[in-house]
């Protein structure tokens, strides 16, 4: 990993996935928030890493017998394996949670291998198990049956729907307690860097809120006597850190 992919996820683990939405949708981008997703266990560090993605079609009762795992070439068992270190194993279930995607073995041993997390848009079976291990997991709701009773795996690292949202293999997935962002990948250090400016000033935001000021003016910034507060509290924070 280059230094500079270092800092933008350094960075993108220090602001909310609410702040990464606004910064999206002033690009022009407005369907980035995987739609019904929560975490298996929430109050926990923010997840980012870039996507790995496998992909499910509808399951076939001939093509999907509970011996096609001992095939090591299942792609479900592919992806668990090859998912590289620090990535997020993105997957499509097609928003359908009626049958898991995965279980605990299986993002036990993406933990155990350097697995940054992973999110599904259907289900986890074990959920409570996943839940106490130190990996993020996303998904819509616990699901008890295989996932073979409705999902076959089709396609490993290649473009997918999740949540309602197209994912491509090298997006910056990022994960908090509201849910999970995709950031383009080229889009992913400049998010980076106009989202830490944002939280700042959100930070700034907040303390004058509290204080009992009013958001006219403020939140928006179109107020001048505010704008050089902002700017002289800024200045400060800046020789607090040289």
């Known amino acids: 990993m280059s230094k500079k992919e270092e800092s933008t996820i350094e960075k993108l683990r ?6 990464i939405a606004t910064c999206l949708f002033k690009k022009g981008l407005k369907n980035q928030f995987i739609q019904k997703v929560r975490p298996l266990k929430s109050g926990r560090p923010t997840m980012v890493g870039r996507a790995y993605t496998l992909r499910y079609i509808p399951a076939r009762e001939d093509l999907n017998p509970i011996e096609v795992f001992q095939d090591r070439r299942h792609l479900q068992r592919v992806a668990v394996e090859e998912c590289p270190e620090g990535y997020v194993l993105v997957i499509d279930s097609r928003k359908d949670a009626r049958a898991a995607s995965a279980g ?19 289900g986890f079976r074990d959920s409570a198990e996943i839940a106490d291990l130190d990996f993020a997991a996303y998904h819509q709701r616990p699901s008890a049956p295989t996932n073979l009773t409705l999902h076959h795996a089709i396609g490993v690292n290649e473009p997918i729907a999740c949540g309602d949202v197209a994912v491509f293999p ?3 997935i990022v994960g908090d307690d509201d849910g999970v962002m995709v950031i383009p990948a080229h889009l992913a250090e400049s998010v980076a860097e106009e989202c830490a400016k ?22 928006p910034l179109t107020d001048k006597e505010y704008k050089a507060r902002f700017d002289a509290w800024m200045f400060l924070k800046g020789k607090e850190k040289s």
């Open 14 to 19: 220090k602001v909310s996935t609410a702040t």
């Open 104 to 122: 605990s073995i299986l993002a036990t041993r993406l933990m155990v291998r350097g697995v940054e997390g992973m999110v599904t848009d259907g």
């Open 170 to 172: 090298e997006d910056f």
């Open 198 to 219: 944002m939280t700042l000033f959100e930070d700034y935001v907040m303390k004058e809120v509290q204080k009992g000021k009013s958001i006219m003016g403020l939140y």
